[in-house]
T-cell receptor
Framework: KNEVEQSPQNLTAQEGEFITINCSYS?????LHWLQQHPGGGIVSLFM???GKKKHGRLIATINIQEKHSSLHITASHPRDSAVYIC?????????????FGAGTRLAVHP | SAVISQKPSRDICQRGTSLTIQCQVD?????MFWYRQQPGQSLTLIAT?????????ESGFVIDKFPISRPNLTFSTLTVSNMSPEDSSIYLC????????????FGQGTRLTVV
């Protein structure tokens, strides 16, 4: 079993829909990251969370440390949101900043 | 924040040759990492690039295959040596601004195809 599990693997939505991507992890963490990867391969950091909830524009990320679960929500989705969304955890052992990645969720938003 | 310039962005290489990938950061950073993303797979840490000393490699990765340099706090290189088609991947440089949990910054990636 992978240490970081994401669901769904693939997601197709119509423009304007509310989207939720889930991430569960099995290790103790110091932080959880949500990342966005574009088709060319480059990665952008969306959020870093250690507790609670963060919001940036139409993106909302939440984390429940007790349940070892995080969600990324996109409100009013738009075709430009189409990308792969990756959950990554930063372990409490083995050094900070060393990330363990989920397999990613491929999101396609159609007009 | 940190802006990372990674070069080249893509390359097609012959098997048996080597490719060196550069990662330049616009500010001094504590932590620099190299990741590999094989087709359809999640990112995997290759090694932590240590300034002034040998890199720390993860299980399954060795220095002879992936030599890494980090001559200062803003620059690192990863070489993929004696390439085979199995080395076809995206290679990514990542940095952290401190040795505590912090936002992760990534380069744009190098898409390598070995033929």
């Amino acid at each position: 079993k992978n240490e970081v599990e994401q669901s769904p693997q693939n997601l197709t939505a119509q423009e304007g829909e509310f989207i939720t991507i889930n991430c569960s992890y099995s290790v103790g963490i110091s932080a959880l990251h949500w990342l966005q990867q574009h088709p060319g391969g480059g990665i952008v950091s969306l959020f870093m969370l250690s507790s609670g909830k963060k919001k940036h524009g139409r993106l909302i990320a939440t984390i429940n440390i007790q349940e070892k679960h995080s969600s990324l929500h996109i409100t009013a989705s738009h075709p430009r949101d189409s990308a792969v969304y990756i959950c990554a955890v930063e372990g409490r052992t083995g050094g900070y900043n060393k990330l363990i990645f989920g397999a990613g969720t491929r999101l396609a938003v159609h007009p | 924040s940190a802006v990372i310039s990674q070069k080249p962005s893509r390359d097609i290489c012959q098997r048996g040759t080597s490719l060196t990938i550069q990662c330049q950061v616009d500010s001094q950073v504590t932590m620099m990492f190299w990741y590999r993303q094989q087709p359809g797979q999640s990112l995997t840490l290759i090694a932590t690039a240590n300034q002034g000393s040998e890199a720390t490699y993860e299980s399954g990765f060795v220095i002879d295959k992936f030599p890494i340099s980090r001559p200062n706090l803003t620059f690192s290189t990863l070489t993929v040596s004696n390439m085979s088609p199995e080395d076809s991947s995206i290679y990514l440089c990542s940095v952290g601004l401190s040795d505590r949990p912090t936002e992760a910054f990534f380069g744009q990636g190098t898409r390598l195809t070995v033929v």
